[in-house]
């Protein structure tokens, strides 16, 4: 009898930290917003609150770890 092929299976973690636009690109939430916010202005607090596009380099990893995305 024949093996059957192993399933790709999602990796949670990695779902619930990067999400892939129509387009391909992989984006997340900048770091440093947690905790420790009081010695940091509002402007940097803005800014840290937009979600920024991973680099190249991690794509392709992040990508292989979401296989039905």
Same mark, same amino acid.
């Given at each position: 009898?024949?093996?059957? !092929? #192993?399933?790709?299976? &999602? ?8 999400? !892939? &636009? #129509? &387009? %391909?690109?992989? !984006?997340?939430?900048?770091? %440093?917003?947690?905790? @420790?916010? *009081? ?8 800014? @840290? ?7 190249? &380099?991690?794509?392709?990893? !992040?990508? *292989?770890? @979401?296989?039905? #995305?």
């Amino acid at each position: 009898m024949p093996r059957p !092929i #192993a399933r790709r299976k &999602t990796k949670k973690a990695v779902a619930k930290r990067f999400k !892939i &636009t #129509a &387009t %391909g690109k992989v !984006i997340t939430s900048q770091s %440093g917003r947690r905790h @420790l916010s *009081s010695s940091k202005n509002r402007k940097r607090m803005r800014h @840290l609150a937009k979600s920024k596009q991973v680099d190249v &380099t991690d794509v392709y990893r !992040i990508k *292989s770890n @979401l296989p039905f #995305a």
